[in-house]
């Protein structure tokens, strides 16, 4: 099966650094990629790691530890557009089926 | 230019009733998903179509039906809606099959009353 966890909310100021972390267990596991989604709004892509280490897209940064089955999304100089939810999600494969399977989302809310 | 869209936008329809959802994308993608998020906004896989033949099938009641008539279209017909069916739901699209990378609709907003 496949599992993920994340926090349900996080909160933090404009201009601040957030950690939002992910752990997951599942078959056959691919890499971990993160989603944002705006309320009202579709899910977008942000980032996807495929090895252990930290990938840095601009102001976003994604990090995974394939020994720990642990990952985390970096957001910097925070600001109000970031207030969003934020999705792991881990590739991998069970029973010969490659799957995209989701966390539950953590909700951002980034105060003045 | 829309790269993946769905309409209708909003649904609202009486339990008992039969309604489908259309999905396009014009991004030449060989692969398509529906998903649905329930209010506690957890997102779960419900069809995966590449190339239009049906790779993921969830534990989905088979009330449900997608149809695939070519790759770059994607419907779900649902029968004898249920209070259950309230949800949103999204239509997604990727290169490759089960990709991580995956462009979604705008979602569907399906409220049986």
């Known amino acids: 099966g496949q599992s993920l966890e994340q926090p349900s909310e996080v909160t933090a100021v404009e201009g601040a650094i957030v950690q939002i972390n992910c752990t997951y267990q599942?078959?056959?596991?691919?890499?971990l990629s993160w989603y944002q989604q705006h309320d009202g709004g579709a899910p977008t892509f942000l980032s996807y790691?495929?090895?252990?280490g930290l990938e840095e897209t601009g102001r976003f940064s994604s990090f995974l530890s394939r020994s720990d089955s642990y990952g985390y999304l970096l957001l910097q100089e925070l600001q109000m557009k970031d207030s969003a939810s934020y999705f792991c999600a881990a590739l991998g494969e069970d029973t010969g089926r490659r799957a995209l399977t989701f966390g539950s989302g953590t909700r951002l809310q980034v105060q003045p | 230019d829309t790269a993946v869209s769905q309409t209708p936008k909003y649904l609202v329809t009486q339990m008992g009733n039969d309604k489908s959802i259309k999905c396009e994308q014009n991004l030449g993608h060989d692969t398509m998903y529906w998903y649905k998020q329930d209010s506690k906004k957890f997102l779960k896989i419900m069809f995966s179509?590449?190339?239009?033949?049906?790779?993921i099938n969830e534990t989905v009641p088979n009330r449900f039906s997608p149809k695939s008539p070519d790759k770059a279209h994607l419907n779900l017909h649902i029968n004898s809606l249920e209070l259950g069916d309230s949800a949103v739901y999204f239509c997604a699209s990727s290169p490759g099959h089960s990709s991580y990378e995956q462009y979604f609709g705008p979602g569907t907003r399906l409220t049986v009353t």
């Open positions: 599942t078959s056959g596991f691919y890499g």
């Open positions: 790691n495929a090895l252990d």
């Open positions: 179509y590449n190339n239009k033949e049906l790779i």
